[in-house]
């Protein structure tokens, strides 16, 4: 089975089992539903499946409580586990991509000639940029934002970007 993470477990909340996490999807109020399954998997790679009983969206903070989990002490336990669903289970809304599922796509300019390969894609900045390395092995970054990137095509594997001056 593939998983997508939806939330890393931070500390307990309250006296129910219910437990701080925090928000790793740009969907929350599509990937939290009561009565779900979610696997809970730890840095070992211990996994626990359970049963979603609560939850309360603000942001990118979360307060989720689990069918099976009824107390702080066993809320604790969890701390630092990542929320995690089935592939299947957390389908993209039209229009968007995971970002792993584009590493590995040639990058090509608006007349098609290949520019380079995506290595990732980099979140920690205001806008998320694109990492590629360039046909010359020099690595570049775009913005992931309209102004640069133009059609992302699944079935070709193809990036494409509008190319400015000193970008590559």
Do not use: C, W
Request: aromatic residues 10%.
């Amino acid at each position: 089975m593939e998983y997508v993470s939806v939330a890393s477990i931070g500390k307990p909340f309250g006296i129910k089992g219910q437990m701080h996490a925090f928000s790793l999807t740009s969907f929350p109020d599509l990937r939290f539903k009561k009565g779900k399954k979610y696997f809970l998997k730890s840095e070992k790679g211990d996994i626990k499946e359970l049963t979603l009983s609560s939850v309360s969206i603000k942001g990118d903070a979360l307060v989720l409580g689990f069918k099976e989990i009824t107390t702080p002490e066993d809320a604790k336990i969890l701390q630092g586990y990542t929320v995690n669903l089935n592939k299947e289970d957390a389908p993209m809304p039209e229009g968007y991509v995971r970002y792993d599922e584009l590493v590995g796509m040639k990058g090509i300019d608006d007349d098609g000639n290949p520019i380079g390969t995506l290595l990732g894609v980099l979140e920690n900045a205001t806008t998320p940029s694109l990492r590629f390395k360039g046909n010359d092995g020099k690595v570049f970054y775009v913005p992931f934002i309209d102004v640069f990137v133009g059609e992302i095509s699944m079935e070709n594997k193809t990036i494409q970007i509008h190319v400015v001056e000193g970008m590559l």
